[in-house]
């Protein structure tokens, strides 16, 4: 009897000791897949461009070789399935790295969540070649909005 209960104490031992072992790799695996490489983007979001026509000034650096315009999209998420398009627009890449601010007019509407509501927002940047549909990189900006 004592040797089935000391078989079943090395077994939730190795099994515990593996367990704690194998943490700390799946953080760090968590940790390194939100890092991305490539392309970023940052938005000057500021309390002007709430339910506004007016979309905020895009920063964009290390765009793809290649890139001829970008392709920006402000969706608000409401399901991990659905997605409500809010408008954007497209802008030419010209070097600098900015989509400046008001220039998003295809059908824009900035993030207004009903009064005493939080919503989640995106948007969502291409970097696009005039070669091919498929876009050479895609960022988001995720963001919550009262």
């Known amino acids: 009897m004592q040797g089935m209960v000391c078989g079943a104490a ?7 000791l593996c ?6 790799a799946c953080a760090f695996r968590d940790e390194a897949d939100d890092v991305q490489e490539g392309m970023r983007i940052r938005v000057d979001l500021r ?15 290390d765009a ?13 998420i409401q399901s991990e399935a659905q997605e409500v398009f809010l408008g954007g627009g497209a802008w030419e890449h010209d070097g ?6 008001g220039v998003l007019t295809r059908h824009y509407r900035g993030p207004c969540p ?11 940047v291409s970097a696009m070649s005039r070669k091919s549909m498929q876009p050479l990189a895609v960022r ?5 909005q009262e």
């Open 140 to 144: 988001l900006y995720r963001f919550t």
């Open 96 to 101: 600098t790295g900015l989509i400046p601010e």
């Open 64 to 76: 793809p070789e290649g890139t001829a315009y970008y392709d920006v999209r402000l969706v608000e």
């Open 10 to 16: 090395r077994v939730f031992c190795l099994f515990t």
């Open 19 to 24: 367990a704690a072992m194998l943490l700390p």
């Open 114 to 124: 009903a009064s005493g509501r939080t919503g989640n927002y995106a948007f969502v």
């Open 47 to 61: 309390e002007e461009h709430r339910c506004s026509r007016m979309s905020p000034a895009i920063y964009v650096s």
